[in-house]
Structures are given as C-alpha cells and as structure tokens.
C-alpha cells in the first residue's frame, strides 16, 4: 500500500554533501518508523539511520554518527538523509524502507522488521 522512491544520489567528492529524499505515496506513511540503509557491492545491507513516526527520536549507524541527519516531512509524505563529510567508504546505494508495526530501538535497525523498500539510489564519493 505504500510505494517509495528514493532520489538524490549522485557522484561527489571526498567532504560534500548530499540531500537524500524518500518520497512516499498511498496511506498510512505519516504512522510509519522510517529508516535508511545502504549497501555496497559484496556487502551485507546495513542499517544507516532511523527515526520514529513523530520525528521524536532518531538512531544513527557508528560509522555515520556525527556525519549524517536523518528527519521527515509527514505533511509532505517525504523522508529525508542529509550526508555532511562525505567519505569514499559511504560509496553504495542507499534505500528508504518504512515499518509499519511495533517499532522500536531494536527493530528500527533491523532490515527483517520493514515493510516497504524503496528501488535505491547510488552514492558515489571520489577522492
């Protein structure tokens, strides 16, 4: 019942920035947790970021804390993954997904617990 498309990716260099968004269509997305994973090639898919339905709380990778800030527009039925600093090792796709039911610490950063997966969007960081 909801769709995602992820946009923004594209190919920067070593210490930029890039918006990335998550648009959701059909109902119910403003009472979803949403989060953020990415993978690289060979790699396992793992958790980015997350961040509750209300916006109240949010979790961030190790490997990205400090860096990166996840939030959401619920009016705007949009998702959203600001990357500062950006490294040649965050180079990978990078996928909106929503979780429909009992959200909480531990499930947010579980890809098994989402419901709805975005088709991803390719970040590419270049020396």
């Known amino acids: 019942q909801v769709q995602l498309i992820e946009s923004g990716g594209g190919l920067v260099q070593a210490g930029e920035s890039l918006r990335l968004s998550c648009a959701a269509s059909?109902?119910?997305?403003?009472?979803?947790?949403m989060g953020w994973f990415r993978q690289a090639p060979g790699k396992e898919r793992e958790f980015v970021a997350g961040?509750?339905?209300?916006?109240?709380?949010?979790f961030y990778a190790d490997s990205v804390k400090g860096r990166f800030s996840i939030s959401r527009d619920n009016a705007k039925n949009t998702g959203y993954l600001h990357m500062n600093n950006l490294r040649p090792e965050d180079t990978a796709v990078y996928y909106c997904?929503?979780?429909?039911?009992?959200?909480?610490?531990?499930?947010?950063?579980?890809?098994?617990?989402?419901?709805?997966w975005g088709q991803g969007t390719q970040v590419t960081v270049s020396l």
């Open positions: 961040i509750y339905r209300s916006g109240a709380r949010t």
């Open positions: 059909g109902r119910g997305f403003m009472s979803y947790a």
């Open positions: 997904a929503a979780q429909r039911t009992s959200y909480n610490s531990t499930s947010i950063q579980r890809p098994a617990e989402y419901d709805y």
